[in-house]
């Protein structure tokens, strides 16, 4: 059972374009929904999270838009830079205060062209 | 600061031989996490730790065994392996006081 989905599975955006990776999950218990990056040979890193009392943050040009009646959330890059290229992965959780085990959506590769 | 730190990089078995992921973390951090990345379908926990002495199964823990003796070690062990359990393996460690994971840079595995 896939409780957290994601979409597209690869994306490729002209520099300064704007990306968008959507999720979707299952279990309304879950109370964190964090972005993680993964460059080629690298772990994940956290790139940014957000929880459900609120329906956006920013951070830079990241910006995460969340729909908690449609079990939605979604990653923004703006201004998207060769740079960016990466695979993304987003998760959720319950509790991130207790054991904190994450469930990661199947990734998508982004390529952002000069 | 070294972070998380795995080994080895890389590995190829033979079908039925066993072998141990290392795993060692310096942030002092109580909680530990085995995940396998395959692609296209993301990172599957496969064990975790809240501490010494304690772990428990996630998602796919057949075919493994971990154990967690001290704060800064979680070994991973394949016994038996098995072609299906080709895949890049990464360990992660965190605070109780954040849900933001540190993961390693992966062991690449390859079961022939």
């Known amino acids: 059972q896939q409780q957290v989905k994601q979409s597209p599975q690869s994306l490729i955006v002209q520099k300064g374009g704007i990306s968008i990776i959507n999720c979707a999950y299952e279990?309304?218990?879950?109370?964190?929904f964090p972005w993680y990056q993964q460059f080629p040979g690298k772990g994940p890193a956290l790139l940014i999270a957000i929880r459900p009392d609120v329906s956006e943050k920013k951070e830079g040009r990241f910006t995460i838009s969340f729909n908690k009646s449609a079990k939605q959330f979604s990653l923004h890059i703006m201004d998207s830079q060769p740079g960016d290229s990466a695979t993304y992965f987003c998760?959720?959780?319950?509790?991130?205060?207790?054991?904190?085990?994450?469930?990661f959506g199947q990734g998508t590769t982004l390529q952002v062209k000069p | 600061n070294a972070g998380v730190t795995q080994t080895p990089k890389f590995r190829i078995l033979k079908i039925g031989q066993s072998m141990t992921l290392q795993c060692a973390q310096d942030?002092?951090?109580?909680?530990m996490y085995w995940y396998r990345q395959d692609p296209g379908m993301g990172l599957k926990l496969i064990y975790y730790s809240v501490g010494a002495g304690i772990t428990d199964k996630g998602e796919v823990p057949n075919g493994y065994n971990v154990s967690r003796s001290t704060t800064e070690y979680f070994p991973l062990r394949l016994e038996l392996a098995a072609p299906s359990q080709t895949s890049v393996y990464f360990c992660?460690?965190?605070?109780?006081?954040?849900?933001?994971?540190?993961f390693g840079e992966g062991s690449r595995l390859t079961v022939l």
């Open positions: 998760a959720a959780s319950r509790g991130s205060s207790n054991t904190g085990k994450l469930i």
């Open positions: 992660a460690s965190r605070t109780g006081n954040t849900g933001e994971l540190f």
């Open positions: 279990n309304t218990a879950f109370d964190y």
């Open positions: 942030m002092n951090h109580n909680y």
